[in-house]
């Protein structure tokens, strides 16, 4: 099993910049794939970021790209979303999410195993 912990996240005004941290713990992720969904009220899931371990590969989605920064320690098995230059619609909740990685499917939801439980981010207007 694999457990995903996050954490930062919060209420920031528009052009903030926000910092969400996540902690993966159970299993090797030298395979693996880590990144961040949201999902605000009354909205579907929406794909973020994901970076293989690696680092080599890394996908943003376009709302975000430019904005978004995401790293990852591998000796912590930790990832980091740097949130910059924040508007009203970045506000949602942030899932942090593990998987194997897929060229094809990274931006759905069902091809990450792993979720964690989730934490706020508001961006005030």
């Known amino acids: 099993q694999v457990q995903l912990v996050e954490s930062g996240g919060g209420l920031v005004q528009a052009g903030g910049s926000l910092r969400l941290s996540c902690a993966a713990s159970g299993r090797t992720f030298s395979n693996n794939a880590m990144g961040w969904f949201r999902q605000a009220p009354g909205k579907e899931r929406e794909f973020v970021v994901v970076t293989t371990w690696s680092g080599l590969i890394t996908y943003y989605a376009d709302s975000v790209k430019g904005r978004f920064t995401i790293s990852r320690d591998a000796a912590k098995n930790t990832v980091t979303l740097q949130m910059s230059s924040l508007k009203p619609d970045d506000t949602a909740v942030y899932f942090c999410?593990?998987?194997?990685?897929?060229?094809?499917?990274?931006?759905?939801?069902?091809?990450?195993?792993?979720w964690g439980q989730g934490t706020q981010v508001t961006v005030s207007s």
């Open positions: 999410v593990a998987g194997r990685y897929d060229s094809k499917s990274y931006s759905s939801s069902a091809s990450y195993s792993y």
